[in-house]
């Protein structure tokens, strides 16, 4: 097990559809596990395996608080079934520094998809965990949250990713 490095903004693998995990073997239950260390590690409470430039359909989420036994949750091949109701709530992700907003997104979710042994679940879910589900999901499909905010909001971020970027490499230059 090991936590691997995690993509961020605006590296272009981020934006390519994952495909379908069609044979789930030891490589892939090794690969999840090392999407879990990667997601504690980070620290995250969601991670899609794009994130971790391999681009198959997997998510791993885990919305337990602090105080809480852990409870990770692994969906292979997550499709949206039902979505109901609409909430706004401040995001934030691993791959995306320095940034968060307010997305709107369904309030209560269905899922289905595949536990890590390859069973068929369904996952019904409100709160956390739903926004949680469908931001991973977004990631698998090549899209990021910043997607969901307005365009003004999204170039200001880009500018200032930008001056954060080079002021990063003209810091390491300096080593
Ligand atoms: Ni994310």
């Not at 999407?35 to 991670?47: E, H, K, R, S, V």
């Not at 430039?53 to 997550?78: H, K, M, Q, W």
């Not at 409100?126 to 991973?136: F, K």
């Not at 307005?150 to 080593?175: G, I, P, V």
Request: hydrophobic share 40%; aromatic share 4%; net charge negative.
């Amino acid at each position: 097990m090991a936590a691997r490095r995690i993509l961020t903004y605006p590296d272009t693998a981020l934006r390519e559809r994952a495909e379908p995990v069609t044979n789930i073997d030891g490589k892939i239950q090794e690969f999840i596990d090392d999407m879990a260390d990667t997601m504690y590690q980070a620290p995250g409470i969601g991670l899609a395996s794009n994130q971790v430039g391999e681009p198959c359909r997997i998510i791993v989420f885990d919305t337990s608080a602090r105080d809480e036994p852990s409870d990770l949750v692994v969906v292979i091949n997550p499709e949206i079934i039902e979505v109901d109701g609409v909430v706004s709530t401040e995001e934030a992700c691993l791959s995306v520094i320095d940034y968060s907003a307010d997305v709107k997104r369904a309030q209560r979710i269905t899922v289905q998809g595949l536990d890590r042994e390859g069973n068929p679940i369904t996952l019904r879910k409100d709160g956390l965990s739903a926004i949680v589900l469908q931001h991973e999901i977004d990631h698998l499909n090549g899209l990021l949250f910043i997607d969901h905010v307005s365009k003004l909001k999204r170039e200001l971020y880009k500018r200032r990713l930008k001056k954060t970027l080079k002021q990063r490499e003209s810091s390491l230059q300096r080593l």
